[in-house]
């Protein structure tokens, strides 16, 4: 990466994203919940967050699905909205968003990748993360109220933070800052949202739908 400052034009923001299919999405939260319930849930979420991103103009903004037979189902609904599809690489969690953040910041870009089942994330937060980039931040973190997080940001490559770690643990956003702070990195961590993966997260939360 180069170190001159980052503007919108040089951020992508990348968004994993599922298709809501029942049964296939949210699979902790429907045994609990039900299954059609916990798709209502997640395609909502899902359409937020969609509706969030969009709202930042001079960005690119990146769908990527979990599936490789799902392209063409997003393609077909966002492409239209200015979206670029395309499927996540194969592997785990960590080598799947590492793959994206190399291959988005081999563009010259900083990249902000974020999930799509957060409540009441805001359009905002990508703006805070898009802004501590501009001032030099290496690294910065959305913190989930569950351990991990469901923002990363990047200007340089510290992928190590995908590598060894143990995803759905209540400590992957403690080993992740441990691995930024060895590596000296200049990070910040962004103010907790809440994820939705147990029935629990949903009474926490007070969940009214879309709002």
Not at 128 to 155: E, H, K, N
């Amino acid at each position: 990466m180069t170190g001159r400052s980052i503007t919108s034009l040089d951020t992508t923001v990348v968004v994993f994203a599922r298709k809501p299919q029942v049964g296939k999405v949210k699979t902790r939260l429907a045994k609990t919940v039900g299954a059609d319930f916990a798709t209502q849930i997640y395609s909502t979420l899902l359409l937020r967050t969609i509706a969030q991103v969009s709202k930042i103009r001079h960005i690119r903004k990146v769908l990527m699905p979990s599936s490789r037979r799902h392209t063409r189902w997003f393609r077909r609904r966002y492409s239209r909205l200015g979206w670029l599809v395309r499927p996540q690489m194969a592997g785990g969690l960590g080598q799947r968003m590492e793959k994206a953040m190399m291959s988005e910041l081999a563009l010259d870009r900083c990249v902000i990748l974020i999930g799509s089942d957060v409540i009441r994330h805001q359009f905002r937060d990508i703006e805070i993360a898009r802004g501590l980039l501009s001032s030099g931040i290496d690294v910065v973190l959305g913190p989930a109220l569950d351990g991990g997080y469901w923002l990363v940001a990047m200007r340089s490559e510290f992928f190590s933070i995908f590598r060894g770690i143990k995803w759905s643990q209540s400590d992957v956003l403690e080993m992740t800052v441990e691995r930024l702070e060895k590596e000296n990195c200049r990070f910040r961590v962004l103010a907790p949202r809440q994820d939705v993966d147990r029935a629990q997260d949903l009474l926490r939360s007070g969940w009214r739908g879309y709002n």
